[in-house]
């Protein structure tokens, strides 16, 4: 029966004992050693915010790089477009101008062509004409070398006239 | 690994010093029966006796008994501290009261209502009274010591905690953290409330080591171990008072309200007669009261059956010492095995205890909802 008889000194003691334990342990054991748990885990979770947040930022940053590089290759691209277009326009624009220039240049030799033919054929007509009066003088003069001839034409001549 | 070598050494310890005890023991029959007879404490009766064998090592004493050799017992003898009306306080050491002694009157009784307890006698023999008894018996000097021990280790941890500040924990402090943080964590915040638990964490960290080393000591025979602690009906009391005065003294409205005011329970269950506050108020008291005699029990039983084993050798071995013999393997491989469990009950009964103790406390914080 013993066994489960109380025992009043031992119930002393043990509660004498164990509350000055409870107390020599809150204050000197548990609390430090709570607070700096907690200490610990409240760093610690601060630490993996920042680095997530330092993640993030990072994604961030290479997102945006990322948009950069895109950006930048559109705008190459688009460069390129325009410049091979104007280069199409430059080209198709010196072409049109060479032609026109050229057409110009065929026009201007052609009418100076015109112009030197016209020239020409004046200077041949006077040219005949000059000569043609040479022969028709040679041959008057040689036709009207006689008196009589002279003669006979001033009566032919004088025939023709009516005194009317 | 090193877990192991430390089973296998408790088992050892045990396996020697109860032994040595038993041997001991039936020389002192065998060759001094006289003595025996005198030393009634040991033995009454002729031949081995399991039941005095295993009361003898499960309950407190004024000294500790540490073996016996040749007859002689070997104990550490612990201050007696009495205070009887007709002489005051009396202090004197255990040893003067061996051998059935009277010393300033006070003898170990030897039968009757207070047998093994210390009582005051006249010139004649006679029973006048029982002093109050403060002694520091073996159970107190376990109980002091394991304060110290505790004291010591949580101390030096915590002192290990502000040096190394930011940093990892290192020997102790690692083997420690863990079950500080599996007490805070999976007993205490989730037993009692984010809101409430780091105001009770400390007493259940407190508590739950406090049994877990007594447990532990309580499987070790050598010396500062090997006393029953937690196998003591007055310390678990003890302990299931501190639990019962915390939860009463914290307890708040909502707690009281369900006491005596259960929400959800018909009002005629509660009005003319009261019975349903008086089966919730009943609760409050028997839920100390089950702590109280569950870790006893444990505890009890495990060393109970321990020793059942060790006697069954001696029983055998006083029919004929071949049978002895011949059950000393089985007996030991047993005892092995007990003693094994018994390191788990040892973890499981401190969770145990201080779960139920966070569950009380849960309940004596809980806000209304």
Redesign the interface.
Known sequence: M??????????????V??S???Y???K???????N??K??ER?ISKSLLAAQRAKDEMAKIEFGNEKITQLAKIEKQNILKEAKELKNKIIEEARENAKLEAKKIVEEARQSVEHEKNQAINEIKNQIAALSVDIAEKIIKQKLGKESKQKELIDDLVKDIDLN | MYKILLNISFVLAILILSQENIFANEITEEKDPEHTQSNGEEHKDEGFNPGDFIFDHIRDNYNWHLFSYKGHHVAIPLPVILYSKTQGIVSFWSNKLDHNHTYKGFIIAQEGDYEDKIIEVDSHGEFIARPFNISITKNVTAILFSCFFLIYIFVSVANSYKKRKGLPPKGLQSLLEPVILFIRDDVAKSSIGEKHYEKYTPFLLTIFFFILLNNLLGLVPLFPGGANVTGNITVTMALALFTFFITTITGNKTYWGHIFNTPGVPWWLKLPVPLIPFIELFGVLIKPFVLMVRLFANISAGHIIVLGFFSLIFIFGNMSSGLGLAVSPVSILFTIFMSILELLVAFIQAYVFTILSAIYFGMASEEDH
Do not use: H, Q, T
Not at chain 1, 3 to 15: A, N, S
Not at chain 1, 28 to 34: G, H, R, T, Y
């Open positions: 013993e066994l489960i008889k109380p025992d009043i000194g031992l119930l002393f003691w043990m509660i004992s164990f000055i334990l409870l020599v342990l809150i000197f054991a548990w609390k430090p050693i709570l700096a748990l200490d610990r760093s």
